[in-house]
């Protein structure tokens, strides 16, 4: 069993910035691409960004230039670093991980965390 717990997340003004945290633990061999997606009351779920196991990012237009994800192989874990945020993006943010258990396991098994709120307005 894997699990994958978030942190940070409040409210702040727009312009502001808040720091997010993920951590996966439990039967891990080795985590492959880890990353933010985020659902807003419409429960629409989009990309935020994603980390290769490489460190490659791939980051949603929305954001680039304003946010900022890395990643720590040895701790499994992502930030995101959110700078300048707008009322647009408030939404609950999920982390996800893809994960394989052991050394030959046949495919990566995606784990959501449960999310965190994130909260832009005056």
């Known amino acids: 069993q894997v699990q994958v717990v978030e942190s940070g997340g409040g409210r702040v003004l727009p312009g502001g910035s808040l720091r997010l945290s993920c951590v996966a633990s439990?039967?891990?061999?080795?985590?492959?691409?880890m990353g933010w997606y985020r659902q807003t009351s419409e429960n629409q779920r989009e990309l935020v960004a994603t980390?290769?196991?490489?460190?490659?990012?791939n980051y949603s237009d929305s954001v680039k230039g304003r946010f900022i994800a890395t990643r720590n192989n040895a701790e499994n874990t992502v930030s995101l670093q959110m700078d300048m945020l707008k009322p647009e993006d408030t939404a609950v943010y999920l982390c996800?991980?893809?994960?394989?258990?052991?050394?030959?396991?046949?495919?990566?098994?995606?784990?959501w965390g449960k999310g965190v709120l994130v909260t832009v307005s005056s």
């Open positions: 996800n991980a893809k994960v394989l258990s052991s050394w030959d396991s046949r495919t990566a098994e995606t784990y």
């Open positions: 980390v290769s196991r490489g460190g490659a990012i």
């Open positions: 439990g039967s891990i061999f080795r985590v492959n691409d």
